[in-house]
């Protein structure tokens, strides 16, 4: 799927956040090898550490339904912030064992763009090597 498609599938789903704290919107669209997409978008709670990101979502989705790194070909990641929502610490981490290392990761918030990956978002990460020995 191309990088613009898969943006524009992202703000759509952008359009289901639930931020009645933050009023902060995300929304996130993943793209597999076999063309199927899944979205999430940022949900939030009072307990704040119950709250999930929309990246989390996306790539939660994906696993649930049977996908692996190697099926995914792209994640956007957009907002409606006056700056490109990259992810935070928890997601960066997750994507780092859930996605592969140069799957590129396109961020959007409509003003700006960026494509990265979570090699780039993510040095010297603590992955399964480190808790296998």
Do not use: W
Request: glycine fraction near 6%; proline fraction near 3%; aromatic fraction near 8%.
């Amino acid at each position: 799927m191309e990088k613009e498609a898969l943006v524009e599938l992202a703000f759509q789903a952008m359009e289901n956040a639930y931020a009645p704290y933050s009023n902060y919107h995300v929304g996130a669209a993943l793209c597999t090898k076999d063309g199927n997409v899944f979205l999430g978008a940022n949900v939030e709670n009072a307990s704040y550490g119950a709250c999930n990101c929309a990246e989390r979502n996306a790539v939660f989705a994906a696993y649930s339904n049977g996908y692996r790194k190697e099926d995914i070909t792209g994640l956007a990641i957009v907002s409606d912030g006056d700056k490109l929502a990259a992810p935070c610490g928890i997601c960066r981490q997750v994507l780092s064992e859930l996605i592969n290392q140069d799957t590129p990761i396109y961020l959007s918030n409509h003003q700006e763009e960026m494509t990265t990956n979570i090699n780039d978002l993510l040095p010297m990460q603590f992955g399964i090597e480190d808790v296998l020995r």
